[in-house]
T-cell receptor
Framework: GAVVSQHPSWVICKSGTSVKIECRSL??????MFWYRQFPKQSLMLMAT?????????EQGVEKDKFLINHASLTLSTLTVTSAHPEDSSFYIC????????????FGPGTRLTVL | KNEVEQSPQNLTAQEGEFITINCSYS?????LHWLQQHPGGGIVSLFM???GKKKHGRLIATINIQEKHSSLHITASHPRDSAVYIC???????????FGEGTQLTVNP
């Protein structure tokens, strides 16, 4: 099946620093990628939809200046958590959309962010 | 109230048992996904279906469009099947997925 990778798989940082998470679509070109956040024991929450070559679409309540998304190529989207705070500690998951007859989504393995 | 409801929330089974996890949704959909999330967090897409039934190994997924209901079955369950199983739907009017709360499955040896 299609493969989506994320890097890093986990990261620990100090409060106030910025962290960049990469999401790569390895098997197909993806004009659309999604970024999700998941808190313990909770379901995935969509943060934003990343569109290649244009600005990301953010969900209500998600600060676009805090969670910077760049989708500069058809195989790479990045999420940068700026000035991270402990409440940003979470599991971040990306997903690539393979457009076609079924518009199937493929999920990355996730990145565990811990902000001290 | 979540638009996608799963049951049960938690399920414990003995190795070898037949397992069923249910998912109900409220309005018309274009597709339904069953996902598996292991303790490490990574998500694996098990099935995507819009009608009928799909089978892969010991896993079977069915969907009844009229009743707005889907089931995931695991035959001859094994401890390695222990994970959270998540139902997610794509509504006809949009492109995003709406996720259920997940079902925590534990299969004991």
């Amino acid at each position: 099946g299609a493969v989506v990778s994320q890097h890093p798989s986990w990261v620990i940082c100090k409060s106030g620093t910025s962290v960049k998470i990469e999401c790569r679509s390895l098997d197909f070109q993806a004009t659309t990628m999604f970024w999700y956040r998941q808190f313990p024991k909770q379901s995935l929450m969509l943060m934003a939809t990343s569109n290649e070559g244009s600005k990301a679409t953010y969900e209500q309540g998600v600060e676009k200046d805090k969670f910077l998304i760049n989708h500069a190529s058809l195989t790479l989207s990045t999420l940068t958590v700026t000035s991270a705070h402990p409440e940003d500690s979470s599991f971040y998951i990306c997903s690539s959309l393979r457009q076609g007859l079924y518009n199937e989504q493929f999920f990355g393995p996730g990145t565990r962010l811990t902000v001290l | 109230k979540n638009e996608v409801e799963q049951s049960p929330q938690n399920l414990t089974a003995q190795e070898g048992e037949f397992i069923t996890i249910n998912c109900s949704y409220s309005v018309g959909i274009s597709a339904l996904h069953w996902l598996q999330q292991h303790p490490g967090g990574g998500i694996v897409s098990l099935f995507m279906l819009s009608s009928g039934k799909k089978k892969h190994g010991r896993l079977i997924a069915t969907i009844n469009i009229q009743e707005k209901h889907s089931s995931l079955h695991i035959t001859a369950s094994h401890p390695r099947d222990s994970a959270v199983y998540i139902c997610a739907v794509k509504y006809s009017s949009g492109s995003r997925l709406t996720f259920g709360e997940g079902t925590q499955l534990t299969v004991n040896p």
